[in-house]
């Protein structure tokens, strides 16, 4: 193996596993206690009708499909995309800022070879962490006889794939502009968290549905998987993003300064009386 | 064994940050191969950033750079093949052993260290190989800096600041494993702010001073023309005029009672010993050259740069030529 990725996969194997065994410890409680909850949610989803239960998936819980769109498929996009965002702002910013950096790219090897081998390494990890909830999944599945709901969830797993390494090529990118990949971080954390909100509005208001298309959280359609109807257009709009935000993260590590301030930055807020 | 023409060559290398700051204006010398060049000044001179645009770590604004004839900044990394490079704020993995580390920049270099000689660096700077970065001190991490610098044995390696962290017995072990690197044709191109580090182990030494390089002068002439500061307690006052027209003597002030001369002496202090014998001297201290010293010397203080001056500008036969503006003292 490459040494440099295998550098860069020990750095990201301590967070690698923790996420995965979080987020499948997470999902195999879920799925074991499904026969025993599913009476009792459809009951009180059936009185709330259907505007609000949109506010918390569009779940059907007779069926497992149903059960975990509501209880695990409607918010792990946005736990996943925690750990993209940190990790896609430390994937290049973070050597620079560590300092590490400039001792890496002193030696003969050249920058592409760099920002591949950790933009690699990225969506590696993000790969490894859902191979290890699947296996939160499967385990359980198999004690509680479910086993024939295992097509569209295995699905709605692998759409997690495309939306959660866009979110980290995003992430990377943002921290090489803003060169801080706190700035960088906290602009997507916002604009993924608003745009899970909006997106869950969105099932009771006919303008918030309309505007789905700007909703970062719209290009994840796991849940949409679980009821049989992706829309393919936003997952190919995701792989588009991947090829776009990767080839966009390259030419900009090629090109700049490294370990300078970045190419953008946030306007500070005026204070009163400040010149 | 190095046949090229010139190890570095500088050419009107310029570079300005975003937001305006000019941190190097024309910067133009060339380094013979094989000798071991100082770049000396203040911090916040350029040193730094004239070493990052060489391993092509940021890019200029104007001018250009060449390592053995080999454009730097064209994002080739096969001219770093031949550096090897000891950051001035170095940081190392802090969570990997010493010796992973070692292993991991050995291996990208495919071949080009030799495990004999990276077991002998690490003796003689008496590293410990098998502890974590993070649990080194200062010091500790600045010899891992240096193994990592001086390993593969390259044609040409560039330390800024190598001794900055290390204790007396570490900085001369450094000093003496350049010597010896360079004995076997490396060229060390070697920024330091510390002048007698510098006395002690360059063949040529360059000044810069707001990015501007001041000038370039064998070591000889620096170490012929510095200025050192003296303190002389004596028995009784001398004369008002005792030290004038002592050649490179100046007489800077004295103590209340006028026992206690403070001098400066640039060159050879013969004739001011000669006088001072004449007295009973109490008390003799003498504090090593600064880097603002040296400048005076040199220049004078009307003659440190400020803006405009062309005479600063550089270029290699600045080693042959005399200064512009001798101090006289």
Not at chain 2, 200 to 214: S, T
Not at chain 2, 223 to 239: D, F, I, K, M, Q
């Amino acid at each position: 193996m490459d040494p440099l990725l295998k550098k860069a996969m020990r750095d990201l194997r301590g967070q690698t596993i923790w996420w995965g065994v979080g987020l499948a410890f997470l999902l195999g409680i879920t799925v074991a206690f499904f026969p025993s909850v599913s009476d009792i949610y459809s009951d009180i989803f059936e009185e709330l009708g259907d505007e609000w239960a949109g506010l918390v998936g569009d779940g059907d819980f007779s069926t497992l499909e149903g059960y975990l769109s509501a209880e695990f498929f409607s918010y792990a996009q946005i736990a996943l995309a925690v750990f993209a965002i940190l990790a896609g702002g430390a994937a290049i910013v973070g050597e620079e800022t560590q300092g590490t950096m400039d001792l890496l790219l002193a030696q003969p090897v050249s920058r592409l070879r760099v920002v591949l081998v950790k933009l690699g390494a990225l969506a590696a990890s993000i790969t490894i962490i859902l191979a290890i909830t699947a296996l939160g999944f499967l385990i359980p599945v198999l004690f509680i006889n479910e086993v024939n709901a295992t097509g569209r969830i295995a699905v709605a797993f692998l759409l997690f794939l495309p939306f959660e390494v866009a979110v980290a090529l995003t992430a990377a990118l943002l921290a090489q502009l803003f060169g801080s990949r706190v700035v960088g971080g906290s602009i997507l954390a916002g604009l993924l968290v608003a745009s899970y909100m909006l997106d869950a509005l969105s099932g009771a208001d006919a303008t918030l549905e309309s505007l789905r298309p700007v909703y970062l959280t719209s290009y994840y359609q796991g849940q949409q998987a679980l009821n049989g109807d992706v829309n393919w257009a936003y997952v190919g709009v995701s792989l588009a993003a991947i090829a776009v935000l990767g080839v966009a993260n390259v030419v900009l590590f090629l090109r700049r300064d490294i370990a300078v301030n970045g190419i953008l930055r946030l306007p500070k807020p005026r204070l009163r009386g400040s010149s | 064994m190095v046949t090229d023409t010139s190890a570095i060559d500088f050419d009107g290398l310029s570079k300005t940050y975003r937001g305006g700051k000019r941190a190097l204006d024309a910067l133009t010398l060339t380094v013979a191969p094989g000798e071991i060049f100082g770049f000396l000044g203040p911090n916040g001179a350029g040193k730094t950033t004239t070493i990052r645009l060489l391993l092509d770590l940021i890019r200029p604004t104007a001018g250009g750079v060449s390592i053995f004839g080999q454009p730097c900044n064209d994002g080739d990394p096969t001219v770093r093949k031949r550096v090897g490079y000891l950051p001035g704020d170095l940081s190392v993995y802090p969570g990997m052993v010493v010796s992973s580390v070692i292993d991991l920049f050995a291996s990208l270099r495919k071949g080009g260290v030799r495990e004999v000689w990276v077991h002998e660096l690490c003796t003689r700077l008496e590293l410990d190989t098998g502890a974590k970065v993070r649990e080194l001190s200062h010091g500790n991490k600045q010899k891992v800096g240096v193994v990592l610098a001086v390993m593969a044995e390259s044609d040409l390696i560039i330390l800024d600041e190598p001794t900055s962290a290390l204790d007396p017995l570490a900085q001369r072990a450094v000093l003496e494993i350049l010597r010896e690197v360079r004995g076997r044709g490396s060229t060390v191109f070697f920024s330091s702010h510390n002048l007698p580090e510098v006395e002690r182990i360059c063949d040529r030494v360059a000044m810069v001073r707001q990015g501007r390089l001041v000038s370039i002068q064998r070591i000889e002439e620096v170490v012929s023309r510095r200025l050192t500061t003296l303190t002389v307690t004596l028995g009784e006052a001398p004369a008002t005029d005792a030290f004038v027209g002592l050649d490179g003597v100046r007489e800077t002030g004295r103590g209340a009672d006028g026992t206690e001369v403070h001098l400066e002496a640039s060159g050879e202090v013969d004739a001011l010993i000669k006088v001072l014998a004449r007295y009973r001297v109490l008390a003799l201290e003498s504090a090593p050259p600064s880097l603002e010293n040296a400048f005076l010397a040199f220049y004078g203080a009307d003659a440190l740069p400020s803006g405009d001056d062309d005479s600063l500008s550089g270029g290699n036969d600045h080693s042959q030529t005399p200064p512009k503006h001798p101090t006289g003292v």
